[in-house]
């Protein structure tokens, strides 16, 4: 009887772990784009800007936004970030109207390099503006935060102050790596410790975490 019960166990276990393997692998890209849109669009989900110059790499080479690498990318110019945010003081209207309730990631990029003439614009830059919007989502859906950050920008001076940007971009920082964390490390500890620890421990002796309680036993 005791053996019956422990194989019904053991096979129920296995049954959520197979589960938990299908919903991770079908689910890992978009989770792993933390700031992405879900929708199926190869616009919306990677997009592929012009060219731009990064660190140690040639004019030519081409910029994706992946959040976690935005998140922990120091070397966006200050001048780039007073461009960027130029622009947005030039016309608020035509980057966000007034009718519209949100405004996404590729659109404001898009908005803002027809907003003006002089120069090309790093795209590293405009999505650290933005992320300023969205504390890092993909999505700014709070308009009036957007036109008070605008207020603040032209009190700080006849030209813009990236300085100003700094406490935005540090929350849009954290939030983008805290999410990253979560996804990646804390999802996995959780994993093993609710799904394939019972399976390890019951079926072959291993446990990893030996001075925890087996909350299966119980």
Do not use: H
């Not at 780039?80 to 945010?85: A, D, E, F, G």
């Not at 804390?186 to 390890?200: E, K, N, Q």
């Amino acid at each position: 009887m005791r053996n019956s019960r422990r194989q019904t166990r053991s096979s129920a276990l296995l049954l959520c772990a197979g589960c938990s393997l299908c919903f991770f692998w079908s689910t890992g890209p978009s989770l792993q784009f933390v700031a992405a849109p879900s929708r199926v669009s190869s616009a919306s989900t990677q997009r592929r800007a012009g060219p731009e110059t990064q660190p140690g790499s040639g004019p030519e080479s081409e910029y994706d936004y992946v959040p976690f690498a935005w998140a922990t990318d120091f070397t966006v110019p200050a001048e780039s970030l007073q461009r960027v945010m130029a622009r947005c003081l030039q016309s608020p209207e035509s980057i966000w109207p007034s009718g519209q309730g949100s405004l996404e990631r590729d659109v404001f990029r898009d908005r803002i390099k027809a907003c003006a003439s002089g120069g090309e614009l790093q795209d590293r830059a405009i999505d650290s503006v933005f992320n300023t919007f969205n504390g890092g989502t993909w999505l700014a859906s709070d308009r009036p935060k957007f036109l008070k950050q605008l207020e603040e920008w032209r009190g700080s001076g006849s030209a813009p102050d990236a300085g100003a940007l700094t406490a935005g971009i540090l929350s849009a920082r954290a939030q983008v790596i805290g999410a990253w964390l979560f996804l990646n490390v804390f999802s996995t500890f959780a994993s093993y410790f609710i799904i394939f620890r019972p399976i390890l421990y019951t079926n072959f002796g291993i446990d990893f975490l030996p001075g925890q309680p087996r909350y299966w036993e119980g």
